[in-house]
Nanobody
Framework: QVQLVESGGGLVQPGGSLRLSCTAS????????MAWYRQTPGKQRELVAT???????NYADSVKGRFTISRDNAKNTIYLQMNSLKPEDTAVYYC???????????????WGQGTQVTCSS
C-alpha cells in the first residue's frame, strides 16, 4: 500500500513563508516525477511545481521566483518552500507522485490528503 502524507500547512501573513513536506511510504519501486498541486473551492486543481528524480523542476508562472520545490530521493520526500506568500496563494495543497510499486511494472498516480495554506492578515 503506497501512501503520500503532507505536512507543514498553516496560517501566514502576506509576505511570510511556509515550507510544505510530502513523504511517500509503502512498497515503492520507483517514483518519478513528484509534484505539488493546489485547489480552491469552485476551481480546478492546478499544478504548482514538479520535480523529477534527476532534479529537473518546473513551476507555474504564478509562483516562479517565490516557490522552490526540492527533493530528497533517499527519503522519498519532496518539499515546497513558499516565500513572499500572497492571499491568492490560499488553497489546499496536494502532493502527487507517479509511482511504480516494488513488485510490479505498472505506474500509477497517487495523491496525498492535502494540507491547508491560508495567507491572510
Amino acid at each position: 500500500q503506497v501512501q503520500l502524507v503532507e505536512s507543514g500547512g498553516g496560517l501566514v501573513q502576506p509576505g511570510g513563508s511556509l515550507r510544505l513536506s510530502c513523504t511517500a511510504s509503502g512498497s515503492i519501486g520507483s517514483i518519478d516525477p513528484m509534484a505539488w498541486y493546489r485547489q480552491t473551492p469552485g476551481k480546478q486543481r492546478e499544478l504548482v511545481a514538479t520535480i523529477t528524480s534527476g532534479g529537473s523542476t518546473n513551476y507555474a508562472d504564478s509562483v516562479k521566483g517565490r516557490f522552490t520545490i526540492s527533493r530528497d530521493n533517499a527519503k522519498n520526500t519532496i518539499y515546497l518552500q513558499m516565500n513572499s506568500l500572497k492571499p491568492e496563494d490560499t488553497a489546499v495543497y496536494y502532493c502527487s507522485a507517479r509511482i511504480r510499486p516494488r513488485y510490479g511494472s505498472t505506474w500509477d498516480i497517487y495523491w496525498g490528503q492535502g494540507t491547508q495554506v491560508t495567507c491572510s492578515s
